[in-house]
């Protein structure tokens, strides 16, 4: 065979993994988005209806005025927002530090945070459920808040590390010489150039915090304060009137503000992840 003719073999396969990939992904959010919009009728003919030929958008408008979606969405939002907001206000002091300090037990110290990562929230669930009923903060965004913070800080505080390896120290150096102190430094010239990779984590620490379940379907036993996550659950559990369009609008209502967020502002996920891969 021909180096041509291998070549195009190899790039054959390349686009068939993507394809692969692609409908491996896609195919899930598709089918939701399809039942969501069939009628009573369509979701059980046979043969299967792939998509509906008269989309029933009244579905939607059904979720907004019969359950409590709405609250759900804001909840989530709440918690999220404010998950993001601490999370950097502890990562990114943290991160300058590793990457412009050097102290004792830094390696050390690096692979701590790592390891804390790896701890999955699953195995750290009922001990906090009961620490949470001690102090008497059960039931209250406050506790989800507190775990999703400790949950996200080893990723953001690796990834912003990584991201200020790539800003030269000279900027640091020249702040310094023209009379800055080293917090000045941080919040008038690092975090500035730092732009993109504050915002790609902001955005990464949003859809993991978006997307939780075990820790707020434990911690949380109050429907006005589910965030969407468990909502939908609750909402499939306790309403008889819900069907299966029904939850799949209520689904499609529940992940798009995330997909909106990482399409609107994937540029910045692309630039910090490949400014840390050309760090030599």
């Known amino acids: ?13 390349i686009y068939l993994a993507y394809v692969f990939v692609l409908l491996f992904f896609l195919f899930p959010i598709f089918w939701v988005l399809s039942l969501s ?23 939607y408008l059904h979720v907004f ?12 939002a709440k ?22 300090f050097n102290f004792k037990y830094k390696k050390i110290s ?15 669930a009922i001990p906090l459920y009961r620490f949470f009923v001690q102090v008497d903060l ?17 990723f953001s505080t690796w990834f912003l590390k990584g991201f200020f390896d790539t800003i030269p120290q000279a900027i640091d150096e020249a702040a310094i010489v023209d009379g800055c102190t080293r917090l000045q430094t941080l919040l008038k010239v690092i975090l500035p150039v730092s732009v993109p990779g504050i915002v790609s984590t902001s955005i990464l620490v949003g859809v993991q915090s978006w997307s939780q379940f075990v820790i707020p379907f434990i911690l949380l036993d109050n429907n006005e304060l589910y965030p ?29 503000p995330v997909m909106l967020v990482f399409i609107l502002l994937q540029r ?6 490949t400014s840390g891969a050309v760090k030599g």
């Open 1 to 13: 065979m021909s180096k041509h003719h291998k070549e195009r073999w190899i790039n054959s396969g």
């Open 37 to 59: 919009l069939k009628s009573v009728q369509e979701l059980f003919a046979t043969p299967l209806i792939w998509f509906s030929t008269d989309p029933q958008f009244a579905n």
């Open 65 to 76: 005025q019969n359950t409590n979606i709405v609250n759900y969405l804001y909840n989530s």
């Open 79 to 100: 918690i999220v927002l404010l998950t993001v907001l601490f999370t950097l206000l502890v990562a990114i002091p943290a991160a300058y530090a590793f990457s412009r």
């Open 110 to 124: 690096l692979f701590a945070v790592i390891m804390f990562q790896m701890i999955s929230p699953v195995v750290i």
């Open 138 to 154: 059960i039931n209250t965004h406050a506790s989800l808040i507190l775990v999703y913070v400790a949950i996200q800080l080893p």
């Open 228 to 256: 969407v996550s468990v909502g939908l659950v609750n909402l499939q559990s306790t309403i008889d009137a819900i069907t299966t369009h029904y939850l799949a609008a209520a689904s499609m209502l529940a992940i798009l």
């Open 268 to 273: 910045f996920i692309v630039g910090a992840l």
